[in-house]
């Protein structure tokens, strides 16, 4: 009896590894028939059992001869960010599979590829299955596709207007000055080093978030009741949120729920929801009650914002949750309950207008704080490129207070200018993800790609990897010159004889962008990729305009981020805040004390922030991560905010 149950847990694993094996076989016949290069991996990156271990026997592994081996670096999840373009440049091709038991996924860094599978989102939808964990409030517009997709997204396109990217503009502006105060303290000329800068613009991005997407208006600590800023847009439904109060039957704030809540996503995207109530440890405990506080938090402001509709009280200033309710057919009017058109405008159920209010607030506030917090660093990395961007501010708003700052006026004078540039290439090197999914689904038939002329076809269950991070330094579509340091290349493998590896945001001014910082600067206008909405472009037209696909942060298409503007304008009015009065520098405290660094002459000054540079660069490439978004990991960067003309670094790195 001992050996048939010894030989029963044996047949187990040799089962599933016979299984493996059969399927991978079939893979690869099927990625052969396809005639593209592939690399053959003995199991999936997104494997859990080996998404779990990999840090474990990482130490290990890279002990061994298979560290260098391709289909050994194809095995980390977050391949993208480490191999950037260099998986492309060592198989001399834009376009690849890699084949696992499970799947073969199809990656692509072609811009011309790219723009076929976006224009074709029929033949190639997103693999919706990737997306179940963004549904825990509800489908959503993210989550759906086919006619369920076109559903959502007539209903949640509207809140994407003019009118509330004025109200985004004017709370950016009212943040940003408290999250500036709050680095300068007591000081009025240069800050102490502060290693908080990524937590605080993400506290800047969901308080901009709260105020448009729910009405909460919320406060920095020991700020008070600070007036809004000038034009911000009321509504008597605006509520002052504070961290520090619990309210009726909550455990958790309105605050605290939220921030505990996009801190443990991880457990929420690897357990179910059922399982998770009844799982022993504490993160995911914590993780749980955050979903359901926050949960109690949303419902309420969702039935607050019903009832003020009922009672025509929410007209003017209307969040994005108002839109919600408004373009569910939610009315004050009872004549609208019964005519023609209330009966045919798409509705959505009060789980979606919920799910859709979430994946807005997880998607706005993670895109919008990382844009500002690695404008930062890469602007106090290159302090040329930081200069260049206070001269123009300085022709936009010349002597201008912020509180005279307008959207109408400012916002496309900034986005056609340096300030545009300076984001462009942010997200050019640093995309809000690595890759966007697309699939050929298992039940549909095989679609063909033109690739460099000549006919490829993807058969069904086929994934799909746009690799932003890889199009967006491919030298065969982006201008390239020689790199600034070659002897210090930013990517050991990546574009080592070019400079796409390097922030340059002065790639994306042209002659007549230069000359252009006015209120009168090129106004932006709406692509066909987004039909009816506010939702803008991924960069000006006055600025470099890529060929289609080779720039995708916001991804292309009838798929574009819908909340394209409202991040675009969120960063951008942060950024002005930040550098029209002030200079951002690198903390070097751990090389050079502050008396140290006032008796070095230009010489050692340029070495010293050269090598506070290159660490950056460093910690950048090994603590970058992806969970929704892509964000540096377990670390924090310090930097100085000084007032400008009190800067260290910026006449010795000229």
């Not at 993208?80 to 499970?102: E, G, I, K, M, T």
């Not at 922030?503 to 006015?518: A, G, I, Y």
């Not at 037209?541 to 995708?552: C, F, K, M, V």
């Amino acid at each position: 009896m001992i050996s048939l149950w010894l030989w029963a847990l044996l047949a187990l694993p040799l089962s599933y590894f016979l299984n493996n094996l059969w399927c991978l076989r079939r893979n690869i016949l099927a990625a052969k028939a396809t005639g593209l290069p592939y690399v053959v991996l003995p199991w999936s990156n997104l494997n859990f059992p080996w998404i779990v271990l990999r840090p474990i026997l990482q130490p290990y592994l890279d002990k061994l001869p298979i560290r260098d081996a391709l289909w050994f670096k194809l095995l980390s999840v977050d391949w993208p960010w480490q191999q950037q373009y260099a998986v492309f440049q060592r198989l001399h091709a834009d376009n690849f599979l890699y084949v696992s038991p499970s799947h073969n996924y199809f990656n692509t860094a072609d811009a011309a590829v790219i723009d076929q599978i976006t224009r074709r989102r029929h033949d190639f939808p997103k693999p919706t299955e990737v997306y179940g964990a963004l549904e825990i409030y509800g489908q959503n517009v993210v989550t759906t596709e086919g006619n369920l997709w076109k559903h959502h997204r007539k209903t949640v396109s509207p809140p994407f207007n003019e009118k509330n990217n004025r109200m985004v503009w004017h709370e950016s502006l009212r943040q940003a000055q408290s999250m500036v105060n709050g680095w300068m303290g007591d000081q009025t000329e240069t800050s102490a080093t502060i290693y908080r800068v990524a937590d605080d613009c993400m506290k800047l991005s969901l308080h901009v978030i709260s105020c448009a997407g729910f009405g909460v208006n919320l406060d920095w600590p020991a700020q008070g009741e600070e007036p809004l800023a000038n034009g911000h847009a009321s509504s008597s439904t605006r509520k002052e949120a504070k961290a520090s109060e619990v309210k009726g039957d909550h455990t958790l704030s309105y605050v605290d729920a939220l921030q505990s809540l996009l801190h443990n996503m991880l457990w929420i995207f690897i357990f179910p929801l059922s399982l998770m109530k009844w799982l022993p440890f504490s993160g995911i405990k914590r993780s749980y009650t955050s979903y359901i506080e926050w949960g109690k938090h949303l419902r309420e402001l969702f039935d607050n914002k019903k009832d003020d509709i009922a009672t025509g009280k929410a007209q003017e200033g209307m969040d994005l949750m108002g839109f919600l309710c408004k373009g569910a057919g939610m009315t004050s009017d009872p004549t609208e309950l019964d005519s023609e058109k209330s009966r045919t405008k798409p509705v959505l159920s009060d789980t979606e207008i919920m799910g859709n209010a979430f994946v807005f607030l997880l998607a706005g506030h993670e895109t919008a704080a990382n844009s500002i917090h690695f404008s930062c660093l890469f602007l106090a990395m290159h302090p040329p490129s930081q200069r260049r961007l206070q001269k123009s501010l300085d022709r936009i708003f010349a002597s201008r207070p912020i509180a005279e700052w307008e959207y109408e006026r400012d916002f496309n004078a900034l986005f056609s200018t340096m300030a545009g540039a300076v984001l462009a290439e942010e997200l050019r090197l640093i995309p809000p993800v690595p890759a966007i999914p697309k699939c050929v689904p298992p039940n549909a038939s095989s679609q063909t790609l033109v690739i460099d002329k000549q006919k490829y076809t993807l058969p069904p269950a086929t994934y799909i990897n746009l690799v932003s991070l890889a199009a967006h330094r491919n030298p065969k579509t982006w201008p390239a010159g020689p790199p600034s340091d070659p002897e210090n290349p930013v990517h050991p493998t990546s574009n080592t004889d070019n400079d796409l590896e390097e922030f340059k945001p002065e790639r994306w001014l042209r002659e007549s962008t230069q000359v252009s910082d006015s209120a009168s600067a090129e106004k932006d206008v709406y692509t066909e990729d987004a039909p009816n909405t506010a939702t803008g472009t991924n960069s000006s037209h006055a600025l470099h305009r890529p060929p289609r696909g080779a720039y995708i942060p916001f991804s292309e298409g009838y798929r574009a981020c819908l909340g394209r503007r409202f991040a675009q304008v969120e960063v951008l009015a942060a950024l002005a805040v930040i550098f029209k009065n002030y200079s951002v520098e690198l903390g070097v405290e751990r090389y050079a004390s502050d008396e140290e660094v006032e008796r070095m002459g230009s010489e050692e000054r340029r070495e010293l922030h050269g090598k506070a540079a290159r660490d950056v660069r460093e910690l950048m490439k090994a603590k970058m991560g992806m969970l929704f978004t892509m964000q540096m990991r377990g670390t924090n960067v310090g930097v100085r905010v000084v007032r400008r003309g009190r800067e260290r670094f910026a006449d010795a790195c000229q």
